[in-house]
């Protein structure tokens, strides 16, 4: 059984009529009639090699009817050779231009594609498959160089060196995997004049207790047969199966029916045909039933359709009693919609080559709106899609994981099971919280609180830090605190990147009972005039204060042991009311402010900060003249800096409490 649904067709007359001449080639159209495209695709060669190339109107319809062959066998290769050689030789039918458009896209050549499709296009300006076609390629270009996040892997494990598709999970723990395969194991020996490989069985894979995978198997029921059967589908319950099968008959062209078949025990028994259609020769197939087997949605080329395959759907207890439903024009194209996958009751995927795509069929989400009444369709993109067929989708239950098939990469077209995930976002958000001598407070805490609700705190670690999980996309308020310290409050916006990643916002708290610097203080030179450069730190306060609103703070000005007393006074004061004058108008009430001026009276004490940057100065050292006098030149100057220096103290944490 093909994953492309076989169909009957009609050659052209003149065909018949030189077949008469020729045994070879009557028995490619019959092959090519009945859907035995690579036994046909091996003779319409050999004709085609013999024939004359005088005999131009002959040669090209023998190489459009190869290139047929070859797409049906997913050659696309030799498709596409073949169909340029229909055009070279004049074919009349301009659908060869667009089948090589198609084979050109699904070969990921997408400039030379959107070139022949545009060809086509001038002779058929309606065309929808080659509107698409050029929206496709236009878009595989961006979706390739920027891919969704879902993480493909090619299961090796599971696959052979024949092929396997239409992967479905099964079992309530989604540790069963069923499939179709033509590998070693398939029933039979032979050939198919369809594929050239051996015809198809179901095969199961299972879990062990690791959640590895097994080695697959063919199911041991009379299910499987010499013929062909795939695509299985299961309800919730797992106990009744539903699949394609394909029959031989050598007087009648090849199609596909769905069959039924039920579990007992461990075992499935024989399938029973559903007869969706009255009519036999309708093809049914890839079906898919909703969870709870309420719906059997299938692909079929029955009359009714928009061209091609197209997705239908019939309630189960309607089956045999009443016409299936179409699923409409937002699903179903003039090209092929098959392999439906129904995730819940409004989501369903499926496989199309009549949506704009990455060539061959490309993986759709359908997501259905029940107040338009229509359906969304979503092209899965890349790394889902490719260049080559992806097709026949299966969901782990709600996560974005399981298992797909694909062709991609294969020389021969063949098909292999991939599985595929959505890597879970984490974003998070970490850093410390610390005095502003950056030692480590014991019982920190910091408090998040976003727009969407989230209202948490968290404590701090022993060594101050902090992390949480924060929302992509969110906007955040923090505040840092702890007993004996100010609060702290910084904002965070989280980027809507997809991808993982880490914010960091760090705290530093202001104590309530020891000085604490304010750094990045400017003044002109021997003046008390704030420069420009003073305005962030300044800012910050402000902040600072209105996030405590309940602090009164001294604020100090501080200078350096050279100058008069009283010049060192007086610079210090007025340096300390120019900082008061602008948190004043940064709108903090006056009442909260205090300044003075200590000249030189009270100097620094080095900080296990200021002992970590400079080597000389030991932690605890008061930077008085005495000791400034004992240091090398260069480094009194950098004493007397840091004694040269703004702060404030808070007096206060009742201000306006009753």
């Avoid at 400039?111 to 309606?126: G, H, I, S, V």
């Avoid at 099964?170 to 050239?196: C, M, P, Q, V």
């Avoid at 589908?233 to 106990?239: L, Q």
């Avoid at 029973?272 to 079929?300: C, G, N, Q, R, W």
Wanted: charged letters at 25%; proline letters at 4%.
């Amino acid at each position: 059984m093909l994953k492309k649904i076989l169909f009957p067709l009609s050659l052209l007359a003149f065909l018949l009529l030189f077949s008469c001449k020729s045994a070879k080639l009557s028995d490619a159209v019959a092959k090519q009639e009945k859907g035995e495209y690579y036994d046909a695709a091996q003779i319409y060669r050999k004709v085609y090699g013999k024939t004359s190339s005088k005999k131009r109107y002959l040669r090209g319809a023998i190489a459009f009817q190869m290139g047929e062959c070859f797409r049906e066998t997913n050659n696309s290769q030799r498709a596409l050779g073949a169909y340029q050689n229909s055009i070279r030789y004049e074919y009349p039918d301009s659908i060869s231009i667009l089948h090589s458009a198609q084979m050109l896209q699904h070969l990921g050549k997408y400039t030379d594609a959107t070139k022949r499709y545009q060809e086509f296009l001038t002779l058929n300006p309606n065309s929808v498959l080659a509107q698409n076609g050029i929206a496709g390629c236009e878009a595989s270009i961006e979706w390739n160089k920027n891919p969704i996040r879902y993480a493909v892997k090619r299961m090796d494990k599971l696959n052979s060196r024949e092929g396997e598709f239409s992967p479905m999970l099964s079992g309530d723990k989604h540790d069963e995997l069923y499939f179709t395969s033509s590998r070693k194991g398939a029933t039979g020996d032979e050939k198919s004049g369809i594929t050239g490989q051996k015809n198809n069985d179901l095969f199961l894979v299972k879990q062990n207790e690791k959640g590895e995978w097994l080695k697959p198997e063919a199911i041991e029921s009379e299910l499987n047969t010499e013929f062909d059967e795939g695509t299985p589908s299961f309800p919730e319950t797992g106990s009744t199966m539903y699949y394609t099968f394909c029959s031989e008959d050598e007087a009648t062209p090849r199609t596909a029916e769905i069959y039924k078949s039920s579990r007992s025990g461990a075992k499935w028994g024989p399938g029973e045909k559903v007869e969706i259609f009255k009519d036999s020769t309708i093809m049914t197939a890839h079906p898919a039933v909703s969870p709870d087997e309420m719906y059997l949605y299938f692909a079929s080329d029955a009359l009714g359709g928009y061209g091609g395959k197209d997705i239908w759907r019939i309630p189960v207890r309607d089956i045999g009693s009443s016409y299936p439903e179409n699923l409409g024009p937002e699903i179903n194209t003039p090209g092929d919609e098959t392999f439906p996958y129904v995730r819940n009751d409004n989501v369903i995927y499926f496989a199309s080559n009549g949506h704009p795509g990455m060539g061959g069929l490309d993986l759709f989400k359908a997501v259905y709106n029940s107040k338009t009444e229509k359906w969304r369709i979503e092209n899965m993109k890349s790394p889902i899609n490719s260049m080559g067929d992806d097709f026949g989708i299966t969901f782990a239950g709600d996560e974005e994981k399981g298992y797909f098939s694909s062709n991609r990469n294969d020389g021969k077209g063949l098909d292999h099971i991939y599985s595929f995930e959505l890597p879970k976002i984490t974003v998070m958000v970490e850093g410390w919280v610390l005095d502003r001598d950056e030692e480590i407070i014991s019982g920190a805490s910091v408090r998040i609180v976003g727009k969407d609700g989230t209202n948490v705190r968290h404590q701090a670690r022993n060594d101050g830090t902090y992390f949480m999980e924060v929302t992509p996309g969110m906007e955040y308020t923090m505040m840092g605190s702890a007993q004996g310290h100010l609060n702290e409050k910084q904002s965070l916006v989280v980027s809507t990147e997809e991808k993982s990643q880490i914010f960091y916002v760090d705290f530093y708290l202001p104590s309530i009972s020891k000085p604490v610097l304010i750094e990045n203080i400017f003044y002109a030179f021997n003046k008390a005039t704030l420069r420009p450069e003073s305005k962030e730190a300044l800012d910050e306060l402000i902040t600072m204060l209105n996030d405590n609103p309940n602090v009164t703070i001294e604020l100090s000005a501080h200078t350096d042991r050279k100058g008069s007393e009283k010049y060192n006074q007086d610079l210090s004061q007025r340096r300390a009311q120019s900082v008061v004058d602008y948190l004043i108008r940064g709108g903090i009430d006056k009442e909260r402010l205090t300044a003075v001026g200590y000249s030189k009276t009270k100097p620094q004490t080095v900080s296990k900060k200021v002992a970590e940057k400079y080597d000389f100065l030991p932690e605890g050292q008061l930077l008085n003249e005495e000791f400034i006098g004992t240091l090398m030149p260069e480094q009194q100057d950098i004493a007397d800096q840091i004694n040269r220096r703004t702060e404030f103290m808070v007096l206060s944490t009742t201000y306006r409490l009753q």
